[in-house]
């Protein structure tokens, strides 16, 4: 079903690819060929991607391996993904002046430059740029892999820019890189199928021309989260918890029963 459907598509999506720039020029040139080496993929929903004009894309985050994943997708949808990455990244030696150069945005946690982050991401969208946000902020901690309850950045600069929020679902990339299960495993062989599907937009008119406040920026960020886990639920083939996973409840939790 999956593999029709992006056949189909491969069929129609016919628009010239953007001007990518030297730097993602050769992020392109190292990872299109790794992932059709090591990976099989069947990517769907991408009608649902807008060819131009700035865009909200938000994905979940199942293993330190999706966003080879994702990048191969909106590459794939004609477009360049600028993802919002942590500021760690950007200070490695080499890989952080090729991100950096690339056009991806740093976000410094916790400290006086957090802000920077949002100001360069809704710069970006207001040039037509693609902009990519993990609304969970780290990769899930639900015991099946669903999204998460996520943080207000992606609704906050959709509010601020009015451009279209696209749910972005992957799977498989767990197969290849385990993260957070007591124990690390990289394994590319035997080659393991990824799968990613765009969503359609998210319908945040219900929050349009409101004041921006907290808790108008955490009902919109449940809505997001919900699309989200629809679209994986459609990737999956399951049916998603009507309730997302809590980390924060989590840990207060587990807090108290060390207590």
Same mark, same amino acid.
């Given at each position: 079903?999956? +593999?029709?459907?992006?056949?189909?598509?491969?069929?129609?999506?016919?628009? *010239?690819?953007?001007?990518?720039?030297?730097?993602?020029?050769?992020?392109?040139? %190292?990872?299109?060929?790794?992932?059709?080496?090591?990976?099989?993929?069947?990517?769907?929903?991408? +009608?649902?991607?807008?060819?131009?004009?700035?865009?909200?894309?938000?994905?979940?985050?199942? /293993?330190?391996?999706?966003?080879?994943? %994702?990048?191969?997708?909106?590459?794939?949808?004609?477009?360049?993904?600028?993802?919002?990455?942590?500021?760690?990244?950007?200070?490695? *030696? @080499?890989?952080?002046?090729? @991100?950096?150069?690339?056009?991806?945005?740093?976000?410094?946690?916790?400290?006086?430059?957090?802000?920077?982050?949002?100001?360069?991401?809704?710069?970006?969208?207001?040039?037509?740029?693609?902009?990519?946000?993990?609304?969970?902020?780290?990769?899930?901690?639900? &015991?099946?892999?669903? &999204?998460?309850?996520?943080?207000?950045?992606?609704?906050? @600069?959709? %509010?601020?820019?009015?451009?279209?929020?696209?749910? @972005?679902?992957?799977?498989?990339?767990?197969?290849?890189?385990?993260?957070?299960?007591?124990?690390?495993?990289?394994?590319?062989?035997?080659? =393991?199928?990824?799968?990613?599907?765009?969503?359609? *937009?998210?319908?945040?008119?219900?929050?349009?021309?409101?004041?921006?406040?907290?808790?108008?920026?955490?009902?919109?960020?449940?809505?997001?989260?919900?699309?989200?886990?629809?679209?994986?639920?459609?990737?999956?083939?399951?049916?998603? &918890? =009507?309730?997302?996973?809590? %980390?924060?409840?989590?840990?207060? /939790?587990?807090?108290?029963? =060390?207590?």
């Amino acid at each position: 079903m999956a +593999e029709s459907s992006d056949q189909h598509q491969e069929a129609v999506v016919d628009d *010239p690819r953007p001007r990518r720039g030297f730097w993602f020029g050769v992020i392109v040139a %190292l990872v299109k060929p790794f992932m059709l080496v090591f990976t099989k993929h069947r990517f769907s929903g991408r +009608e649902n991607m807008p060819r131009t004009g700035g865009v909200v894309f938000v994905p979940n985050h199942i /293993s330190h391996f999706d966003p080879f994943v %994702l990048g191969f997708f909106i590459w794939e949808c004609r477009r360049i993904p600028r993802m919002l990455g942590k500021a760690s990244l950007f200070k490695l *030696p @080499i890989a952080g002046r090729i @991100i950096t150069s690339a056009g991806q945005i740093p976000v410094y946690r916790d400290s006086a430059q957090a802000a920077d982050a949002f100001r360069d991401a809704v710069a970006a969208v207001e040039r037509g740029e693609c902009v990519g946000v993990y609304p969970e902020g780290t990769i899930t901690r639900d &015991p099946d892999l669903w &999204p998460m309850t996520g943080k207000t950045g992606a609704a906050r @600069i959709a %509010l601020m820019t009015g451009a279209p929020v696209i749910p @972005i679902a992957n799977w498989g990339a767990q197969e290849i890189l385990r993260s957070y299960t007591g124990k690390t495993r990289f394994r590319l062989l035997p080659r =393991k199928t990824v799968l990613a599907r765009a969503g359609k *937009p998210v319908d945040l008119s219900a929050f349009e021309g409101k004041p921006i406040t907290n808790q108008l920026l955490h009902e919109a960020t449940e809505v997001i989260m919900h699309a989200l886990a629809d679209t994986l639920g459609e990737l999956r083939g399951e049916t998603p &918890p =009507k309730e997302l996973y809590d %980390l924060r409840k989590a840990r207060r /939790s587990d807090g108290e029963e =060390k207590e």
